[in-house]
């Protein structure tokens, strides 16, 4: 059966106050607008979601809580796993290998450089550094999650692109 991941790096953040930590980190003026705006852009091509899982880094808690807004999935219920938070490619991989096998379509905030590596290890594509705030489409046919290792890229998009 068809399933779908958005692989979403969370939006520009604030380097302005050096006594955050790097997890209290904020987003930045740009990073405010980009978030719901990518959020906008997933609702007018009729995404929808049935389990987000994000960091709980504060710039990907803000990314998170803002596209799940714009999709009307419930902010209360994403998952906020801390194994996340600057994770490699195979640690973010093993989270989505544990999704539930009711779940036909998963969006995952993470950070770089481990999401656009993720990224490109699931499409088989080097796709390089990708910006903040993308959001990666995939989709994939296999019967439950701990077989999905390759996907096909439906779309990536990001703040600045132009079509």
Not at 17 to 30: E, G, H, I, K
Not at 61 to 84: C, G, K, N
Not at 139 to 162: C, G, I, N, T
Request: with cysteine; charged share 25%; hydrophobic share 40%.
């Amino acid at each position: 059966m068809k399933h779908q991941l958005l692989l979403i790096r969370h939006a520009k953040s604030d380097w302005g106050d050096s006594s955050l930590s790097d997890f209290d980190r904020p987003l930045n003026v740009r990073g405010e607008c980009d978030a719901p705006m990518m959020g906008e852009r997933l609702a007018a091509r009729d995404i929808r979601i049935e389990r987000m899982v994000s960091s709980p880094a504060r710039r990907a808690r803000s990314t998170a809580e803002a596209i799940a807004r714009s999709l009307a999935f419930p902010v209360q219920d994403i998952d906020w796993m801390t194994e996340l938070y600057l994770a490699n490619p195979t640690g973010m991989l093993d989270v989505i290998q544990a999704c539930p096998d009711d779940i036909r379509s998963l969006a995952l905030i993470g950070h770089n450089p481990g999401i656009s590596h993720l990224t490109s290890r699931l499409c088989n594509s080097e796709l390089g550094d990708l910006p903040t705030c993308f959001v990666a489409h995939l989709e994939a046919e296999f019967d439950a999650w701990h077989q999905a290792e390759m996907f096909s890229l439906v779309d990536l998009d990001y703040p600045k692109r132009s079509d």
